[in-house]
Antibody, heavy 120, light 107 residues
Framework: EVQLLESGGGLVQPGGSLRLSCVAS????????LSWVRQAPGKGLQWVSA????????FYADSVKGRFTISRDNSRNTLFLQMNSLRVDDTAIYYC?????????????WGQGTLVTVSS | DIQMTQSPSTLSASVGDRVTITCRAS??????LAWYQQKPGKAPKLLIY???SLDSGVPSRFSGSGSGTEFTLTISSLQPDDFATYYC?????????FGQGTKVEIK
């Protein structure tokens, strides 16, 4: 059974940093691209960042480029999102999502999400 | 960036109704379009991928169609469990984009 478990969310002041983690199980981790998708309170889904299976390719939404860094540790089946210079509008539930293909594609499994609140 | 325009934003329907949601892309995405269902407080759930392929375990009353820039999600006979918010997702590349969502409410 595929499982994705996020952690690391919390309350942080504007300008602060957080590191999110997503531990995966139930599939060959290094084969699949992974993404972070966020959802602000009461709003829709927004893709944030993606990383290829081997970790050599990374992609970012314009709104987070230069502030967020996605990475993965295939030996520990773990995905990360380092978030720096956080802003109030980064407040959201952050989901990790597994691509259904070895490359970019639909998301066939999602974690339960971790809440990031940016507020003074 | 590819923009996705989903309509309607809200839909009121009754159990047994046929429901159609539309998603338009700002440029051709071939068939790289997925649909998700999300219930309050839960993560999204994949329903349809590659425009028309039903994910495993998804009831056959859900179907998807379209290509190029216009896509539809159809629920043939709305069931009580189907009241939720639905999102389309263009996944033509790693920088995927979601539609704004359609909330299906009880009429």
């Amino acid at each position: 059974e595929v499982q994705l478990l996020e952690s690391g969310g919390g309350l942080v002041q504007p300008g602060g940093s957080l590191r999110l983690s997503c531990v995966a199980s139930g599939f060959t981790f290094s084969t699949y691209a992974l993404s972070w998708v966020r959802q602000a309170p009461g709003k829709g889904l927004q893709w944030v960042s993606a990383i290829t299976g081997g970790g050599g390719g990374t992609f970012y939404a314009d709104s987070v480029k230069g502030r967020f860094t996605i990475s993965r540790d295939n030996s520990r089946n773990t995905l990360f999102l380092q978030m720096n210079s956080l802003r109030v509008d980064d407040t959201a539930i952050y989901y990790c999502a597994k691509s259904g293909l070895a490359v970019a594609g639909h998301f066939d499994y999602w974690g339960q999400g971790t809440l990031v609140t940016v507020s003074s | 960036d590819i923009q996705m325009t989903q309509s309607p934003s809200t839909l009121s329907a009754s159990v047994g109704d046929r429901v159609t949601i539309t998603c338009r892309a700002s440029q051709s995405i071939s068939g790289w379009l997925a649909w998700y269902q999300q219930k309050p407080g839960k993560a999204p759930k994949l329903l349809i991928y590659k425009a028309s392929s039903l994910d495993s375990g998804v009831p056959s009353r859900f179907s998807g169609s379209g290509s190029g820039t216009e896509f539809t999600l159809t629920i043939s006979s709305l069931q009580p469990d189907d009241f939720a918010t639905y999102y389309c997702h263009q996944c033509d590349n790693y920088s995927g984009t979601f539609g704004q969502g359609t909330k299906v409410e009880i009429k």
